[in-house]
């Protein structure tokens, strides 16, 4: 891994290399999908950035704090009050986006939850832990593969980031993928992770001018632990004060990851947190395999089809 003071170096050294990029980060109130906004407001030039998330006042505070890193009259910022474990609303999104703008240069997914709960189902059917990791974000990918695709055929810079724990992968319940009838914790996170892993893969397979990155973010002071029970919330933060890493620091790597890094340009990556590249040794663990790869890929869009119906 590169060191902290050379990732910075690069990313101050690619502010003119995309004239007006757009970049939408999902969960982009909080977290790493906040400062990572933070940071491609300071590094690019006259950017556009929308911000999704659930909460009107956060999204506001955001959006303040982007027009102080970049207050030039040709950068534009927006909020878009979403629920991502929604299939219809990521429609909606997704709608507004296509109607707006002629390209996306960055998609960054990083929304989520730590929860103790067992499955609890959206009102489209959907457990809310697989919906805002897995379903609502590939969703998204696909509803803006337009927009993706334009940025990409301008030779511009075009990733996909889906920030998860990718390094669980393994195997899944093959005949019940949306877990409706095995559903543990356990399975919920192996679930969502290897699908991520998977959708990387095959989308860096049919759209080859863009990257898709699967990425572990590592332990940063974030407020993920926000609905964890209080005993757990409590424990989460006191080891979040010593070990974490801090979010402006991770904003760092993940900018780097999303948009600095030429090794990052093209193609399919799951990078541990040390921006290892783990993907031979999960192909060698035969767990990114093509037909796991379709079939995965067939249930989602019945679940999708599913939760338009509802």
């Known amino acids: 891994m ?6 910075i170096e690069r990313n101050k050294e690619v502010k003119d290399e ?6 939408v980060f999902v969960g982009g109130t909080s977290g790493i999908g906040e400062y990572t906004a933070y940071n491609f407001a300071r590094y690019t030039n006259d950017p556009t950035i929308y911000i999704i998330g659930r909460s009107e006042s956060a999204g506001q505070a955001v959006l303040k704090k982007l027009k102080e890193i970049n207050p030039s009259g040709n950068a534009h910022y927006y909020f878009k009050q979403h629920d991502v474990t929604l299939i219809k609303d990521c429609d909606e999104l997704c709608r507004a986006l296509n109607a707006n703008e002629k390209k996306v240069n960055l998609l960054f997914l990083s929304a989520g939850f730590l929860t103790t709960n067992g ?7 959907i457990d809310k832990k697989l919906a805002v990791n897995y379903y609502g974000r590939w969703r998204i ?5 337009p927009l993706l695709t334009s940025s ?3 030779g511009e810079n075009t990733r996909v980031v889906s920030v998860l724990q990718p390094g669980n992968e393994g195997p899944v319940e093959e005949d019940d993928l949306d877990l409706k009838k095995n559903f543990t914790l356990f399975k919920a996170n192996r679930h969502i992770v290897e699908f991520n892993s998977l959708m990387v893969a095959r989308f860096a397979k049919e759209h080859t001018n863009m990257s898709f990155i699967h990425a572990h973010p590592g332990f940063v002071a974030t407020a993920i632990a926000r609905e964890l029970p209080w005993a757990f ?3 989460a933060n006191a080891l979040g004060r010593v070990l974490a890493t801090s979010p402006e620091t991770s904003a760092e ?5 999303g948009w600095s890094a030429p090794e990052y340009k093209t193609g399919s990556h799951i990078v541990s947190a040390k921006l290892k590249e783990m993907q031979p040794d999960i192909e060698k ?4 395999a093509p037909e796991l790869q379709e079939k995965v890929w067939n249930h989602t869009q019945e679940i999708f089809n599913n939760a338009l119906n509802k």
């Open 2 to 7: 590169a060191s902290l003071n050379k990732i």
């Open 18 to 23: 995309v004239d007006g990029p757009v970049g």
């Open 119 to 125: 499955r609890t189902e959206t009102a489209e059917g």
């Open 141 to 145: 990918v696909e509803q803006l593969m």
């Open 152 to 154: 990409s055929e301008k």
């Open 233 to 235: 919330r409590v424990g």
């Open 253 to 257: 790597k993940f900018f780097y990851l």
């Open 285 to 288: 663990k035969g767990f990114l």
